[in-house]
């Protein structure tokens, strides 16, 4: 088995692209057994020896502050990895060395990675990397993880580590009169009662308990509920003798010991500045104009703009191949194979449920690479700082921002990317309210939707009504979350502390790794759940079917309108299907037969399972104004957005129309008395907030770590939904407004 290498680091530091670096193509994507947080596996392969590379989450410490943290501090205590790669910034060298304390205060055999030295240098900051290595005593190696530079030394020093079994003795740092005796003390009685030993360090684990440390508390308590409770009742003669004396804790001591620890090394001629410390970088410069009160925000909806007409506009052309691809793959085997369920199910339930979703991929790649260059340059993270403010008022975090966005923030984007970029949210609370309130957003499969509906009923308003539809999805998203943080997710807000990392260059490599990570994984969980849905949901439209005698009694009424016309007029029908070649008597019979068959294409679909639901949600439905064809397509909708107009054709009985050409559905819904302008608008309003679609439940309930949360999402956003259009249709109706 190939020897295993953790890269860690602070966020920002480069470590994912020193692992991009390393593994290239040799990488996958997955979660942690039992918990949401991202995990990065690859191979690193050199003159035939390859190693086992893991990207841990970027943190910045590892005491159990946050879910990122325990999960790193858990894989380097239960998987011991030969060697642990430390990527620190070297333009920030004391901030990011505090991690590298802590890795060798557990012991761990390290190897540092100096990044970055090329920003440094830029700053005027010169870092002795000899001098540091020989302070802390293990290798450090300078290196630019965008460019490769220093990666071939630093993983002759990481192969090294590895051949030669170094063990590295653990770092003691004095922590002051007042925590060493007592730190003294908790370590002997550990040691000696072998108290989680097998796992832990005994001096670890007493520093552990000084830092209030959750999960070594609740583990000790586990073990040996006696010995954690002398062991507390220490910490808590410090930490009271702290409060009394200097007002702070014992973990505030911890801290501040460690960053004066790094401050001495610091003061050893490890590093040299070469301009005054307070001048302003370009990073500084520039954030005086893009995080501005009032010019920031302008030129964030102008960057967001250019970042979806960027999608848009060059991802129409390779979306219009491969709807052409499947709508060529669905008529040919229309015509090769014979009519009947199979042809229906492939042709109806496959290619164009699986195409459907598939045809999106170009759009969802370029946003992603769109995106990316934001993540990569440094951009998002102020993009997040400036909404903060505003997301804080309604209960949730300054990282909410571009999980919004991803899922449709302006319009486009998809919900289940837009859930999966809530991973970025410490606490659970605030976490979950974005969970729960990102499917609001206009993902790329309401726009059909709205499209139709505008195009019937708001021809000439267009522009507006879709601006004030985006409007209202925010507007209802936040007071949603401003709900849901003030009832069942109460909470105290966490503070949006987050570091501002300098602007850089995106490489194309790092740009194109991110790209297909995220396209890939859009791939794997709509696709295939798409599958199985449209499946289903062509199932449930087409069966069981019409009762024999009501095929017969359809048959006899096209067998009575043929034998009103002359044998010669049935013939030249039966002989050519072009209009052009029909005499008028042959065309007129043509139109009367397609009327009998659409209408038996109406009996069938309302006979069908479907059509029974529709029926009998009609009884509540229409206090919004939704009759059982409308009920069919929003129940198709529960599964995904995307098939509520093609339902909708479908349920209209259009006959050989194609249900895609919304001209023709436009017309039929201007044409039904039973549609208005009204209606419209309470429809609009129910698909905007309505439930997610299927695949974003099974991404909630599995980033919340409960199908409860799923369930929740799919039942409040309804009656949400539904309770919103009520009111729409009701008071409209009583006003007169927007009615035929």
């Not at 670890?204 to 209030?212: H, P, S, T, V």
């Not at 990569?376 to 300054?398: E, K, N, T």
């Not at 009985?653 to 194609?658: E, T």
């Amino acid at each position: 088995m190939a020897p295993t290498v953790a890269l860690a680091g602070n966020p920002n530091a480069g470590k994912t692209t020193l692992f991009n670096e390393l593994t290239g193509s040799r990488q996958h994507v997955g979660n942690y057994p039992g918990v949401t947080v991202e995990k990065k596996e690859g191979t690193y392969v050199r003159d035939g020896f390859r190693l086992h590379i893991v990207d841990l989450p970027g943190t910045y410490s590892l005491t159990a502050y946050s879910l990122e943290e325990v999960v790193a501090r858990d894989f380097l205590v239960n998987q011991k990895p030969e060697v642990v790669i430390n990527i620190v910034d070297a333009s920030n060298l004391d901030r990011n060395l505090y991690l590298a304390v802590q890795f060798l205060e557990m012991g761990i055999p390290i190897c540092i990675a100096l990044n970055m030295i090329d920003v440094a240098k830029k700053r005027g900051i010169k870092v002795n990397a000899e001098k540091l290595s020989s302070l802390l005593g293990v290798p450090v190696i300078p290196t630019v993880a965008r460019t490769g530079k220093g990666k071939k030394e630093l993983m002759d020093n990481a192969f090294q580590i590895i051949h030669e079994h170094q063990q590295l003795n653990p770092l003691k740092i004095s922590y002051g009169a007042d925590i060493d005796p007592v730190l003294v003390e908790m370590e002997k009685e550990i040691a000696q009662n072998h108290f989680l030993t097998d796992i832990y360090r005994a001096r670890w684990i007493a520093l552990k308990y000084m830092e209030n440390d959750e999960q070594i508390l609740t583990l000790g308590r586990k073990t040996d509920a006696d010995l954690s409770g002398r062991l507390e009742d220490q910490v808590n003669k410090v930490s009271r003798h702290l409060q009394n004396t200097l007002e702070t804790y014992p973990e505030a001591v911890i801290a501040d010991q460690r960053y004066g620890y790094i401050n001495s090394i610091m003061k050893q001629g490890v590093v040299h500045h070469k301009y005054d410390r307070n001048r302003l970088y370009s990073s500084d410069r520039i954030d005086k104009v893009l995080t501005n009160r009032f010019l920031g925000p302008l030129i964030m909806l102008a960057v967001i703009a250019g970042l979806y007409h960027f999608t848009f506009t060059y991802s129409k052309l390779p979306v219009g191949w491969l709807e052409s691809f499947f709508g060529w793959l669905a008529s040919t085997l229309s015509t090769v194979m014979p009519e009947g369920l199979l042809q229906s199910l492939i042709v109806s339930g496959i290619i164009d449920g699986v195409g459907g979703v598939l045809g999106f991929v170009p759009l969802i790649m370029f946003m992603f690479f769109g995106i990316a260059i934001l993540e990569d340059s440094g951009y998002l993270a102020r993009v997040a700082f400036m909404l903060d403010r505003i997301f804080r008022l309604f209960g949730l975090h300054g990282s909410s921002v571009m999980a919004f966005i991803v899922s449709g923030g302006i319009a486009g984007g998809c919900a289940v990317p837009g859930v999966m970029a809530t991973r970025t949210l410490k606490s659970p609370r605030e976490r979950l309210a974005t969970l729960l309130t990102v499917p609001f957003m206009n993902c790329g499969a309401k726009l059909p939707v709205f499209a139709l509906l505008i195009a019937t009923f708001f021809a000439k308003y267009e522009a507006v009504i879709m601006f004030l539809i985006t409007l209202g999805a925010w507007g209802g998203a936040l007071l949603v979350a401003k709900l849901l943080r003030i009832t069942v997710i109460k909470g105290a807000a966490t503070p949006f502390v987050m570091e501002l990392p300098p602007y850089r260059m995106p490489t194309f490599k790092g740009l194109a790794i991110h790209t297909w990570e995220r396209t890939w994984q859009y791939i794997k969980k709509a696709g295939t759940v798409i599958l199985g849905l449209s499946i289903v949901l062509w199932a449930m439209m087409t069966f069981p079917g019409l009762p024999d005698s009501t095929v017969a009694e359809f048959a006899k009424l096209r067998q009575d309108e043929m034998s009103r016309v002359p044998a010669g007029i049935v013939a030249q029908l039966e002989a050519s299907h072009e209009d052009t070649a029909l005499s008028d008597p042959a065309r007129n019979l043509k139109e009367r037969l397609q009327r009998i068959d659409a209408a038996e294409a109406e009996a069938g679909l309302r006979y069908s399972i479907a059509g029974r639901m529709g029926s009998a949600l009609e009884a509540v439905s229409k206090w919004a104004g939704f009759d059982w064809r409308t009920n069919i397509a929003l129940v198709g909708g529960f599964a995904a957005k995307e098939v509520v107009v093609s339902t909708l054709g479908t349920a209209y009985s259009l006959g050989a129309v194609d249900p895609e050409e919304t001209d023709s559905l436009s017309a039929t819904l201007a044409r039904d008395p039973a549609w208005s302008p009204l209606m419209a608008v309470g429809l609009i309003v129910f698909t905007m907030f309505y439930s997610p679609c299927f695949v974003s439940v099974i991404c909630i309930s599995r980033e919340s770590g409960s199908w409860k949360w799923g369930v929740f999402a799919m039942a409040f956003n309804t009656v949400l939904a539904f309770a919103l259009a009520v009111f729409i249709f009701q008071i409209g109706s009583i006003l007169g407004l927007l009615v035929k």
